[in-house]
Protein backbone atom coordinates (compact mmCIF):
# COMPACT_ATOMS: atom_id res chain seq x y z
CA UNK A 1 0.00 0.00 0.00
CA UNK A 2 1.51 3.57 -1.13
CA UNK A 3 0.68 6.01 1.04
CA UNK A 4 1.31 10.01 0.49
CA UNK A 5 4.60 11.31 2.00
CA UNK A 6 2.60 14.64 3.23
CA UNK A 7 -1.06 14.30 4.03
CA UNK A 8 -2.81 17.76 4.29
CA UNK A 9 -5.62 18.43 6.60
CA UNK A 10 -7.27 21.77 7.33
CA UNK A 11 -4.91 22.22 10.49
CA UNK A 12 -2.53 19.81 9.99
CA UNK A 13 0.61 19.09 8.02
CA UNK A 14 1.45 15.30 8.53
CA UNK A 15 5.04 15.19 7.05
CA UNK A 16 8.15 12.86 7.12
CA UNK A 17 10.10 13.22 10.85
CA UNK A 18 13.17 15.61 10.42
CA UNK A 19 16.10 16.02 12.69
CA UNK A 20 14.54 19.41 14.36
CA UNK A 21 12.10 17.24 15.49
CA UNK A 22 13.85 15.23 18.20
CA UNK A 23 13.84 18.08 20.98
CA UNK A 24 10.19 18.00 20.53
CA UNK A 25 9.77 14.36 20.85
CA UNK A 26 12.34 13.84 23.50
CA UNK A 27 10.18 16.52 25.67
CA UNK A 28 6.76 15.05 24.97
CA UNK A 29 7.55 11.49 25.14
CA UNK A 30 9.24 12.06 28.28
CA UNK A 31 5.98 12.59 30.20
CA UNK A 32 5.08 9.10 32.19
CA UNK A 33 0.88 10.31 30.93
CA UNK A 34 2.13 9.86 26.78
CA UNK A 35 4.36 6.84 27.57
CA UNK A 36 2.20 4.89 29.95
CA UNK A 37 -0.77 4.92 27.06
CA UNK A 38 1.65 3.35 24.78
CA UNK A 39 2.81 -0.24 23.90
CA UNK A 40 6.22 0.73 23.23
CA UNK A 41 7.59 3.97 24.51
CA UNK A 42 9.79 3.67 27.50
CA UNK A 43 9.43 6.04 30.55
CA UNK A 44 11.97 7.63 31.27
CA UNK A 45 12.65 8.17 27.11
CA UNK A 46 16.47 7.70 27.09
CA UNK A 47 18.77 10.39 25.98
CA UNK A 48 19.28 9.68 21.79
CA UNK A 49 16.29 7.75 21.41
CA UNK A 50 14.52 10.35 19.30
CA UNK A 51 17.42 10.66 16.96
CA UNK A 52 17.54 6.88 16.74
CA UNK A 53 13.74 6.69 16.53
CA UNK A 54 13.54 8.95 13.56
CA UNK A 55 16.76 7.74 11.72
CA UNK A 56 15.20 4.38 11.51
CA UNK A 57 11.59 6.17 10.09
CA UNK A 58 14.30 7.96 7.39
CA UNK A 59 15.76 4.89 6.72
CA UNK A 60 12.58 3.29 5.87
CA UNK A 61 13.50 0.73 8.33
CA UNK A 62 10.53 1.29 11.08
CA UNK A 63 7.73 -1.60 10.90
CA UNK A 64 5.41 1.58 9.92
CA UNK A 65 4.95 4.84 7.77
CA UNK A 66 5.22 7.33 10.36
CA UNK A 67 4.29 11.22 10.20
CA UNK A 68 4.83 14.23 11.85
CA UNK A 69 2.13 16.28 13.37
CA UNK A 70 3.15 19.71 12.15
CA UNK A 71 -0.03 22.43 13.28
CA UNK A 72 1.84 25.42 11.99
CA UNK A 73 -0.36 26.01 9.26
CA UNK A 74 -3.11 26.96 11.65
CA UNK A 75 -0.82 28.89 13.92
CA UNK A 76 0.07 25.94 15.99
CA UNK A 77 3.24 24.20 17.07
CA UNK A 78 5.53 22.50 14.15
CA UNK A 79 5.73 18.95 16.13
CA UNK A 80 2.70 18.26 18.28
CA UNK A 81 2.95 14.01 17.95
CA UNK A 82 3.31 11.18 15.87
CA UNK A 83 0.97 9.24 13.49
CA UNK A 84 1.71 6.07 11.76
CA UNK A 85 0.27 2.90 10.49
CA UNK A 86 1.53 -0.87 11.12
CA UNK A 87 2.92 -2.46 7.94
CA UNK A 88 0.66 -5.45 8.67
CA UNK A 89 -2.77 -7.38 7.75
CA UNK A 90 -5.00 -5.57 8.50
CA UNK A 91 -2.86 -2.13 8.63
CA UNK A 92 -2.71 -0.97 12.13
CA UNK A 93 -3.09 2.43 13.28
CA UNK A 94 -1.55 4.40 16.05
CA UNK A 95 -0.53 7.61 17.28
CA UNK A 96 0.68 10.16 20.41
CA UNK A 97 -0.33 13.77 21.31
CA UNK A 98 2.17 16.02 23.29
CA UNK A 99 -0.34 16.90 26.49
CA UNK A 100 -0.08 20.05 25.65
CA UNK A 101 -2.10 19.84 22.57
CA UNK A 102 -4.64 17.45 24.04
CA UNK A 103 -8.19 18.32 23.91
CA UNK A 104 -7.30 20.19 20.57
CA UNK A 105 -8.93 17.69 18.19
CA UNK A 106 -5.65 17.42 16.52
CA UNK A 107 -5.65 13.97 16.91
CA UNK A 108 -8.79 13.27 15.93
CA UNK A 109 -8.09 15.16 12.43
CA UNK A 110 -5.36 12.95 11.71
CA UNK A 111 -6.48 9.73 12.35
CA UNK A 112 -9.37 10.77 10.01
CA UNK A 113 -7.00 11.87 7.44
CA UNK A 114 -4.32 9.04 7.67
CA UNK A 115 -7.67 6.52 7.60
CA UNK A 116 -9.01 8.42 4.06
CA UNK A 117 -5.31 8.24 2.86
CA UNK A 118 -5.45 4.34 3.40
CA UNK A 119 -8.61 3.51 1.76
CA UNK A 120 -7.48 5.50 -1.03
CA UNK A 121 -4.41 3.51 -1.65
CA UNK A 122 -6.65 0.43 -1.58
CA UNK A 123 -6.58 -0.74 2.27
CA UNK A 124 -9.57 -2.68 2.89
CA UNK A 125 -9.63 -2.29 6.67
CA UNK A 126 -7.78 -0.50 9.27
CA UNK A 127 -7.02 -1.68 13.04
CA UNK A 128 -5.94 0.07 16.36
CA UNK A 129 -5.88 -0.72 19.68
CA UNK A 130 -5.87 1.49 22.81
CA UNK A 131 -5.27 0.85 26.80
CA UNK A 132 -8.93 -0.15 28.57
CA UNK A 133 -9.28 3.53 30.58
CA UNK A 134 -7.67 5.56 27.55
CA UNK A 135 -11.52 6.98 26.48
CA UNK A 136 -10.25 9.91 24.92
CA UNK A 137 -8.15 7.95 22.30
CA UNK A 138 -11.34 5.86 22.39
CA UNK A 139 -13.25 8.80 21.12
CA UNK A 140 -10.22 10.11 18.55
CA UNK A 141 -11.15 6.65 17.28
CA UNK A 142 -14.41 6.36 16.89
CA UNK A 143 -14.65 10.08 15.44
CA UNK A 144 -12.46 8.95 12.67
CA UNK A 145 -15.03 6.21 12.11
CA UNK A 146 -13.71 3.16 13.81
CA UNK A 147 -15.68 0.63 15.64
CA UNK A 148 -14.97 -1.28 19.01
CA UNK A 149 -14.01 -4.61 18.17
CA UNK A 150 -13.26 -6.69 21.33
CA UNK A 151 -10.15 -7.18 24.28
CA UNK A 152 -7.32 -8.38 25.08
CA UNK A 153 -4.10 -7.66 26.54
CA UNK A 154 -0.64 -6.20 25.02
CA UNK A 155 2.18 -5.65 27.15
CA UNK A 156 3.45 -1.83 27.98
CA UNK A 157 7.16 -0.83 28.02
CA UNK A 158 6.84 1.96 30.06
CA UNK A 159 4.56 0.09 32.94
CA UNK A 160 6.38 -3.05 32.60
CA UNK A 161 3.64 -5.15 32.67
CA UNK A 162 0.89 -6.32 30.66
CA UNK A 163 -2.29 -4.02 30.40
CA UNK A 164 -5.77 -4.58 29.19
CA UNK A 165 -6.51 -3.26 25.97
CA UNK A 166 -9.84 -2.13 24.06
CA UNK A 167 -9.60 -3.75 20.12
CA UNK A 168 -11.06 -1.17 17.12
CA UNK A 169 -11.56 -1.70 13.41
CA UNK A 170 -12.59 0.50 10.54
CA UNK A 171 -13.71 -1.52 7.08
CA UNK A 172 -13.93 0.50 4.25
CA UNK A 173 -16.73 -0.26 1.29
CA UNK A 174 -14.54 -0.55 -1.74
CA UNK A 175 -16.27 0.83 -5.22
CA UNK A 176 -17.36 -1.28 -7.13
CA UNK A 177 -15.00 -2.17 -10.63
Do not use: C
Amino acid sequence: MELPETIETERLTLRPLRPSDAGPISLYANDRRVAEMLTSMPHPYPPGAAEAFIETVRQGRAREQVWAMDALKSGGAEFIGTIGLKRKSPPELGYWVGSPFWTTGYASEAASAVASAARKAGAEKLAAQIFAENDASAHVLVNAGFIEVGAGEDFSVARGANVAVRRFHLAFRQAEA
